[in-house]
């Protein structure tokens, strides 16, 4: 069973930073492909990172350069570092696993396992 946890949204001024944790077990992290997405009110979930099984990271384009994902192998953790928040970037954001089998999916719909997700309101 995969469990999913994310902590770390919080409300802060554009132009602000703020780290999401998604905890997970290492095995996860080791086997499984992970991403981040988000989901505005009245919009689709949204691609942010996805961590490839190489260790390549593709990142929205709404992203790019200002946001990081990384994994911790001793916390047992997947991070996402937010910089340069926008009020565009408040959304619930979720943390997603699939098990690998060759290229990991490139939207939301090949992600079988979700967390719970956590809040980011990014104010003007």
């Known amino acids: 069973q995969v469990q999913l946890v994310e902590s770390g949204g919080d409300s802060v001024q554009a132009g602000g930073s703020l780290r999401l944790s998604c905890t997970t077990s290492r095995y996860t992290l080791l086997h499984y492909c992970m991403g981040w997405f988000r989901q505005a009110p009245g919009k689709e979930r949204e691609g942010v990172a996805i961590?490839?099984?190489?260790?390549?990271?593709s990142y929205g384009n709404s992203v790019k350069g200002r946001f990081a994902s990384s994994k911790d192998f001793t916390q047992s953790a997947l991070y996402l570092q937010m910089n340069s928040l926008k009020p565009e970037d408040t959304a619930m954001y979720y943390c997603a696993a699939d098990l690998a089998r060759g290229t990991c999916p490139a939207t939301a719909a090949g992600f079988g396992y979700w967390g719970q997700g956590t809040q980011v309101t990014v104010s003007s």
């Open positions: 961590i490839n099984m190489d260790g390549t990271t």
